[in-house]
């Protein structure tokens, strides 16, 4: 499988086996959010169209309805666009070599962390809920001997052949590593 995705600080022959986001189910309960409180006012339009007549009539409360409006609107697509953002930039990607955990914290905070497959001493699966069970999405957690202790690939989807997998390539990675050295010290 390839991707086209820019991998940071690409080491020599490595290849992305594993390209992780949220699972979609994610993005489209908080965006739903959004879509709600953007209906609300065209609800209370709806509901009230008595006292929005005497506004539109009010050469002061229309400019100001208007503005008021459009604010929040404008605040409404911003704060949208901020969780569209969040869930398209953290990911996590598996190569041959190393795991690297990107996420977004806010708009402008971004934090990257890597670490070795061969330094990886435990993979965990999760799946909490009954919309997780039935989607198959959870948690991955990774167990790493570096300054990390802990990865964590939130809600990400089919979290059980993740695990899987990433545990088979640590332990083909742990023993390339072993056999390298073995012939790296018969060579002395």
């Known amino acids: 499988m390839?991707?086209?995705?820019?991998?940071?600080?690409a080491l020599l022959?490595?290849?992305?086996?594993?390209?992780?986001?949220?699972?979609?189910?994610?993005?489209?309960?908080?965006?739903?959010?959004?879509?709600?409180?953007a209906l609300l006012p065209v609800?209370?339009?709806?509901?009230l169209p008595g006292d929005l007549q005497g506004l539109a009539e009010n050469t002061v409360g229309y400019p100001l309805a208007v503005v008021g409006g459009s604010a929040y609107y404008l605040f409404l697509w911003l704060f949208a666009f901020n969780a569209f953002v969040d869930y398209y930039l953290d990911v996590w990607i598996v190569t041959n070599e190393r795991i690297l955990n990107?996420?977004?914290h806010q708009l402008f905070?971004?934090?990257?962390?890597?670490?070795r497959l061969s330094r990886i001493q435990d993979v965990?699966?999760?799946?909490?809920?009954?919309f997780a069970t039935f989607l198959h999405f959870g948690d991955v957690?990774?167990?790493t001997a570096g300054e990390q202790a802990r990865f964590v690939f939130r809600q990400i989807p089919d979290p059980t052949a993740v695990a899987r997998k990433i545990a088979s390539?640590?332990?083909?990675?742990?023993?390339?590593?072993?056999?390298?050295?073995e012939l790296h010290r018969t060579q002395r």
Do not use: C, D, M
Request: hydrophobic share 50%; aromatic share 12%; charged share 25%.
């Open 43 to 47: 609800g209370l339009a709806w509901l």
């Open 141 to 143: 957690h990774v167990q």
């Open 109 to 115: 905070s971004r934090v990257a962390a890597e670490q």
């Open 124 to 130: 965990t699966a999760e799946t909490h809920g009954i």
């Open 2 to 9: 390839t991707h086209r995705f820019y991998l940071p600080h």
């Open 13 to 37: 022959n490595e290849k992305i086996i594993l390209l992780l986001r949220r699972h979609w189910l994610v993005l489209f309960g908080r965006e739903l959010v959004w879509v709600i409180a």
């Open 102 to 104: 990107i996420e977004q």
């Open 169 to 181: 390539l640590a332990e083909f990675r742990r023993r390339f590593e072993h056999v390298k050295e």
